[in-house]
């Protein structure tokens, strides 16, 4: 049996913040954003990530890592599939865990007032958001949000603000930072937790998210 880590990078993300991950397993597939089409939902978004680029054969056991944004996707797509775990990392299970002030927002529509170029741009609020402090990690953020599609980016906010998920699978484990400033730690519930992680704990503290999913793999 071939194990398989499927890996659903975040909103403004892309593949590069796997870099740092050292997964004991058969192999990885990073899965490409693709742009949303016109009325399309987060259901059938999911469906449609899982027909273009999962290539799922008889002798494959796939594992589904999903990270902040990427967390909600994979829960839609494990409802899609067989799969034999579920990670989550700095992300959320249900609607109950969104922070009360996204939805207030959403309620709102307020997303759909903030221009994108301030969300995509590199600044002192952002690397304070994501958890970035040194150079090398600021400029991989910067790059990263540099290249997010705008369109994707306010798509995708409104789908998190109107995510009516209930129901956690058995077979999830979820790992937060207790220093996440996008979805603070009190939010979540039994998740494990990474001292000091931020919202890219996944590029500063990977180390330890390696040696977590690693054991949550064997």
Not at 40 to 62: H, K, M, P, W
Not at 174 to 198: Q, W
Request: glycine fraction near 6%.
């Amino acid at each position: 049996m071939t194990r398989t880590a499927y890996l659903f990078s975040g909103l403004g993300a892309d593949e590069r913040v796997f870099d740092q991950l050292n997964l004991h397993i058969d192999q990885k597939r990073c899965i490409k954003w693709v742009s949303s089409k016109n009325g399309e939902g987060l259901t059938e978004y999911a469906q449609r990530i899982v027909d273009e680029q999962f290539g799922i054969s008889d002798n494959e056991s796939i594992i589904l890592v999903g990270v902040s944004f990427g967390g909600i996707v994979t829960r839609e797509v494990s409802k899609i599939i067989d799969f034999e775990k579920l990670i989550l990392i700095s992300s959320i299970k249900t609607r109950h865990e969104i922070p009360r002030i996204y939805r207030i927002a959403g309620f709102l529509k307020l997303h759909f007032w903030i221009p994108a170029n301030f969300l995509k741009s590199a600044n002192f609020l952002n690397y304070r958001l994501f958890g970035v402090k040194n150079r090398e990690q600021k400029l991989v953020l910067k790059s990263i949000l540099k290249d997010t599609d705008s369109h994707f980016l306010k798509w995708a906010m409104n789908e998190i603000v109107n995510w009516e998920n209930e129901s956690v699978s058995e077979k999830t484990t979820h790992i937060h930072g207790t220093d996440d400033h996008i979805i603070p730690v009190r939010f979540v519930k039994n998740a494990i937790k990474i001292l000091g992680g931020g919202h890219l704990m996944i590029l500063t503290h990977s180390q330890e998210l390696d040696s977590i999913i690693n054991d949550q793999l064997k």
